[in-house]
């Protein structure tokens, strides 16, 4: 029988109001990538809270043994020192520090008298970097120069550097592009052939069951069980939520209603530059239109321009509007101010809930009024009673897993802050709503329900822009699906005749293919 390097027997966890953890147990071999998977609020992040050290020792129940030995770790240094590092999902660098500095912050390299021996520390950080594929880089590069990608490089080289034995991973490729992603899966086998040990957890079931040897289940704070990750995703997904997603993506339901087929936003010649870099053009004379009831997919690679698009029609909160227009119902608006674009029916769901959708330190309550505090005023005084007959409502609608709506929006799962970003919006009562990213780190159960909220938008006849980086969603969910590349529109295809195949040739530039509608 394989030696186990941990094991976690039953860990149960308390908050105000909330068990967390309940009697959780899993065991991890060495040299293993061992695979923690569960809807959003499962508890698979304050697992491995207690694992490393945040939660620490006595706030909870249960034993943790690593490598035979019971640990009780009072902190996170405690259980470095053991060679258990977690990467968070936020990366935890310095931007304007280098890399060398990051690497040791903390950990540092001395000599004689304790003074930074900085040589041995540009040696060590080359060949750590080598290690984890980022040689071609200086040591001395500020973190604010990389990408995400090797940003996630140098946190797996800093654990390293901290002589890991197990090494946590929280959601590490949530916000890589395909090709990093890739790459990061590949280190991490590498790793795992040099007999480290890690724990990956992730809701990208397709990655776990290419990287993983075995996979824990969580579900509503309890362990379900342990499989081989090789199982069929269907298995996987059906312990996870409980039941069947026979319907992951809801069927279409038709908006029937006056305004069919009537055109809800139109935006022509949209073209705006980079904030810095004035010379280049970011979105390049994009015209398009969505109907009301309809689904329009915005697909695109990263650097595409999506997001950019988005949030400059959205008031343009983002670059240097150079020209273009916007039309709602065929009349002329404008969207010169977040509060102006607004006030003409546009909604706009930021990819970045965390830093631009919520305010994490107020209220559930707070949140989800926010966009529409106005119409809960009189004579500029909230009205509180009815703020919070709202947040119940949109609780009880949107199904947010709380006891109360005055929960701190900080301590809910991605998937519950991701319903009350949607919440805030919808409480808008627009015509348009702008989706970015809507179901990026969350579960497949919420993104199940996230659909099913779209379509009934749809059908209540809001016209709803799409922007996702998965082509299998767009393709589940969209009526009609446009592609971007280079900032500049490469296509629209309708939902019948769009394939991933096709759609990644326009979104790469090699093809394009309107309709005679969008020409």
Known sequence: MEQHVLEMRGI???????RALDGVSMSVRA???????????AGKSTLMKILSGVHPHGTYDGEILFEGQPCAFKDIRASERRGIVIIHQELALIPHLSIAENLFLGNERTGRGGIIDWS???RETERLMRRVGLGGEHPQTPVAGLGVGKQQLVEIAKALA????LLILDEPTAALNDEDSRKLLELIGELRDQGIACILISHKL?????????????????????????????????????RELTQYYPERTPYRGERAGQVALSVTDWTVRHPLDTERRVVDSVSFEVRHGEILGLAGLMGAGRTELAMSVFGRSWGRFERGSVSVHGRPVSTRTVADAIENGIAYVTEDRKTYGLNLIDTISRNISMAGLPRLAR??????HAETRVAERFRTSMNIKTPTVFEQVGRLSGGNQQKVVLSNWINTEPEVLILDEPTRGIDVGAKSEIYTVIDRLAAEGKAVVFISSELSELLGVCDRIATMSAGRLTGVLDRAEATQEALMRLMTGMDAAYSD???
Do not use: W, Y
């Open 12 to 18: 149960g966890k308390s908050f105000p109001g909330v």
């Open 31 to 41: 040299g293993e990538v061992h695979a923690v998977c569960g809807e959003n609020g």
């Open 120 to 122: 041995a520390t540009l």
């Open 162 to 165: 901290k002589q890991v034995r």
């Open 206 to 242: 397709n990655e776990v069951r290419e990287i993983a040897d075995s996979v824990t289940i969580l579900r509503d704070g309890r362990t379900v069980e342990t499989l081989p990750a090789s199982v069929p995703e269907d298995r996987i997904i059906r312990a996870m939520v409980g």
């Open 379 to 384: 004579r500029g005084v909230v009205d509180e």
């Open 517 to 519: 509608e969008e020409r």
